[in-house]
């Protein structure tokens, strides 16, 4: 079973347009991350948002985590090509009142940004 | 400095054969983990040990077993390869209490 849905799965566009990436569940999640992968590298972390609402921005990427806590969107603003690579969501749930440090990872969006 | 330093990179063998991957981390991180990484790029973790102790053992066939000798080392021994074995291993680390991952440059494992 799927837990974190991300969409879209593929998105190639121009430099210099706009994109938002969506992580959607039907479970609560305690916190929601966000990494970026480049071919042959780990995942990177970018942000954590925690709390129901939250917005954080990174530059030119803006995050947010919905008020349920249950979905969060990135939406990167006047995209480069450096910022070409995999896209993950990650969140963790809540286990009573214990943080096992176990992470649900989204299939990830693959994101091209074209010169 | 490399924080999650993962050897080795690159691993090509035959079916049946067993094989290691190893992992460190500088971190002081109290937590270390491994994720497969399937084609499609789906992560999905493994194993979790806190302390040099198994927190997390997802369901993972048992020719697959960690060791974690210390805090700062976790290592991936795999018995009896199969075809389906075939995938990119990631060991990260992180501090419990924040969850938030740090991962090493994975370790492609292809088996023919």
């Known amino acids: 079973t799927q837990l974190l849905e991300q969409s879209p799965q593929f998105l190639s566009i121009q430099e210099g347009e706009n994109l938002t990436v969506y992580c959607n569940s039907s479970?609560?999640?305690?916190?929601l991350q966000w990494y970026r992968q480049e071919p042959g590298e780990g995942p990177v972390l970018l942000v954590t948002?925690?709390?129901?609402?939250e917005v954080k921005k990174l530059k030119r990427l803006t995050f947010q985590f919905g008020d349920a806590r249950k979905d969060s969107s990135l939406h990167i603003t006047a995209a480069q090509p450096g910022d070409t690579g995999l896209y993950l969501c990650?969140?963790?749930?809540?286990?009573?009142?214990?943080?096992?440090?176990?992470?649900?990872f989204g299939q990830g969006t693959t994101l091209q940004v074209k010169p | 400095d490399t924080a999650v330093s993962q050897t080795p990179k690159y691993l090509v063998t035959q079916m049946g054969n067993d094989k290691s991957i190893k992992c460190e981390q500088n971190?002081?991180?109290?937590?270390m983990y491994w994720y497969k990484q399937d084609s499609k790029k789906f992560l999905k973790i493994m194993f979790s040990?806190?302390?040099?102790?198994?927190?997390i053992n997802e369901t993972v066939p048992n020719r697959f077993s960690p060791k974690s000798p210390d805090k700062a080392h976790l290592n991936l021994h795999i018995n009896s390869l199969e075809l389906g074995d075939s995938a990119v291993y990631f060991c990260?680390?992180?501090?419990?209490?924040?969850?938030?991952?740090?991962f090493g440059e994975g370790s492609r494992l292809t088996v023919l």
């Open positions: 990260a680390s992180s501090q419990m209490n924040t969850g938030e991952l740090f």
């Open positions: 479970s609560v999640f305690s916190s």
């Open positions: 948002v925690v709390t129901g609402g």
């Open positions: 990650a969140g963790a749930r809540v286990h009573g009142s214990s943080n096992t440090g176990k992470l649900i």
């Open positions: 971190l002081g991180h109290d937590t």
């Open positions: 040990y806190n302390n040099k102790e198994l927190i």
